[in-house]
């Protein structure tokens, strides 16, 4: 009665959590592509796709991505051999587990008329898949913990899963041992199924128990006499064998049971059986009830991602369904690291500190940001340096075993953050490339909105952003204790002969250069020598230096211009992240 309550209300939750994730598919506004579009458009653009999906040749597609991507993770298995068998251990045991042993009574009883969880195949069944499961948990920590697999990185759901995994398993298996050895246990199984209330036949059945079935029993020790042996394995033919498979068959229960055996009374007498259980089925249903909610959800919305990619073609999908497949990629993320392995940014990562540059923790942060989660400044600002370093190389898309279309979300998501109204000074830079090729997807007014914000907090006009009483310097001590910079300040031997501006290919692009660059390199040089550095940092022309050093090249006095652009542009960044 107990377990039925316990079942119902965790897979009543269960459903309540996947209604509640489904339905966030198509309601959450994910960066700037899902701004325009209801819930209501999506679920109706979403239900014509799949008919036109089903009732095409694509159907084919989807088939064909089923059972290599979903069924046999080809993807993984391309990637690495030691993790494809992780994943294939741990999802196919834990699935099976779930549907024949964890929802027994809804789907197993019904498959199989004569399902008994202690009949073989079951017996046996249930201690595969288990060992499997177990099997995968020890490569997962083995390559986490031990051998820190590089750019692979642990968050508290990814040790979440491997905790109430490894509790469910190690529970359950010492359960299986504790039942297999408790007299208690066999006394109850004698009470309600045997044919027999003579002494001597419930002697024998107990004999014929203690030496093939391993229990443990206060009263007889072996060895028995073979007719008391044989008497009793006619009652048990007779009252158990149809529901009873020999413990033997549980392999690694009954492998537990030489351990169990010298304290099996003990353990029996203290009611560590069913405090055993309770917490079994604790953790199943805890997990169970939780799987919408954590990473484990994965396993539902990794599939769906995989076959929607599959047949969504970019640039021709409707912007709805593309909303509701960001938002799917969201949870099918795993936080597998692989991503991270191929990232053409990671050298950033490691040169900032900043994780949020490697793709999977970009997704940990996504996760967080579309489940409502309130930022601070400082993760605001790194999230926005991570998404925007990104080189748009798409490596991470290929790569993804979740299928996920990477490029495409940081290119959706990076917008809808330097939109949010924190400036974001790598915009004034030759790494918007990506975002000017795709400037025809956006708002007129939202283009340059971002672009002037970082150029005013760069410049100093903004008092909450820059400080105008302390400009910006090139001391040593500014720029750092390894000594890098200019330290001779090359600027001040500039006479302003313009060389540099005329040999400048940015200069030379534009018919009226200062209008659009604000001031010239000449005209940089000429305000550090006057010391109005606020001036010189807020111009375009340091950032949309190309660094060919034609400038540096080409000047008399050996002013080293290209370098004091570079330079003036990292301490406006610096300055700002200070902030």
């Not at 560590?272 to 909610?293: D, E, Q, R, S, T």
């Not at 942060?365 to 080189?391: H, R």
């Amino acid at each position: 009665m107990v377990f039925d309550v316990i079942l119902y209300v965790s897979l009543t939750i269960f459903v309540i959590g996947l209604i509640v994730k489904i339905y966030s598919w198509f309601s959450r506004k994910i960066g700037i592509s899902a701004i325009n579009t209801t819930t209501v458009e999506r679920v109706s653009t979403a239900f014509k796709g799949v008919l036109k999906v089903i009732f095409s040749v694509k159907i084919l597609t989807l088939i064909k991505v089923f059972i290599f991507d979903v069924v046999f993770q080809r993807k993984i298995l391309e990637e690495n051999f030691l993790r494809w068998l992780m994943h294939m251990l741990i999802y196919g045991g834990f699935m099976l587990l779930l549907l024949m042993h964890a929802l027994d009574k809804i789907i197993t009883i019904h498959l199989f008329s004569d399902y008994n969880s202690t009949l073989n195949p079951f017996f046996f069944l249930r201690d595969f898949f288990g060992a499997m499961v177990i099997v995968g948990i020890c490569i997962a920590v083995c390559r986490r913990f031990i051998v820190k697999v590089s750019r692979l990185k642990t968050n508290a759901m990814d040790t979440y899963v491997l905790v109430i995994l490894a509790i469910i398993l190690v529970s359950g298996f010492l359960l299986e041992g504790l039942k297999i050895t408790a007299y208690s246990e066999f006394q109850n199984m004698v009470e309600e199924y045997a044919d027999t209330d003579d002494v001597a036949e419930l002697g024998a059945l107990e004999s014929f128990w203690v030496q093939e079935f391993a229990v443990v029993s206060p009263n007889l020790k072996a060895p028995f006499d073979k007719e008391v042996i044989e008497e009793g394995r006619e009652l048990h033919e007779m009252s158990c064998a149809s529901c009873h498979s020999s413990p033997r068959s549980a392999f690694v229960g009954y492998a537990l049971v030489k351990v169990l055996n010298p304290m099996a009374i003990e353990l029996d007498r203290a009611g560590m059986v069913g405090l055993l259980w309770y917490i079994h089925i604790l953790a199943c249903f805890i997990g169970l009830a939780y799987l919408p909610f954590s990473k484990m959800f994965h396993v539902i919305a990794t599939p769906v991602s995989l076959l929607a990619n599959s047949v969504m073609d970019e640039g021709k999908s409707d912007r709805a369904n593309i909303a509701t497949r960001q938002a799917i990629e969201i949870d099918a993320c795993t936080h597998c690291g692989t991503c991270n392995l191929y990232c053409s940014a990671m050298m950033a990562s490691e040169a900032t500190g900043n994780d949020y540059i490697l793709p999977s923790e970009k997704m940990t942060f996504l996760k967080g940001m579309a489940a409502g989660k309130d930022l601070t400044s400082k993760e605001l600002k790194a999230i926005q340096e991570g998404v925007y370093l990104c080189t748009n190389c798409d490596r991470c898309t290929v790569v993804c075993p979740s299928g996920i279309n990477l490029r495409e979300l940081w290119i959706n998501v990076r917008e809808g953050l330097i939109q949010s109204g924190v400036p974001e000074p790598l915009v004034l830079s030759p790494l918007s490339i990506v975002r000017g090729l795709n400037q025809e997807n956006l708002a007129v007014y939202d283009y340059p909105r971002p672009i002037e914000l970082a150029r005013q907090a760069v410049a100093g006009k903004f008092d909450f952003l820059m400080d105008p009483e302390r400009p910006l310097s090139f001391d040593k001590m500014e720029m750092g204790d390894d000594g890098c910079g200019l330290i001779d300040n090359t600027f001040s031997y500039c006479f302003g002969c313009q060389n540099c501006t005329t040999v400048c290919p940015v200069v030379g692009s534009y018919d009226n250069p200062q209008e659009v660059l604000g001031l010239l390199p000449n005209q940089i040089m000429c305000c550090l020598g006057l010391g109005l550095t606020e001036m010189a940092s807020g111009s375009r022309m340091i950032w949309d230096c190309l660094t060919c050093y034609q400038c540096q090249e080409h000047c008399p006095q050996n002013v080293q211009v290209t370098d004091i652009l570079y330079e003036l542009k990292n301490l406006a960044v610096k300055k700002l992240k200070k902030l």
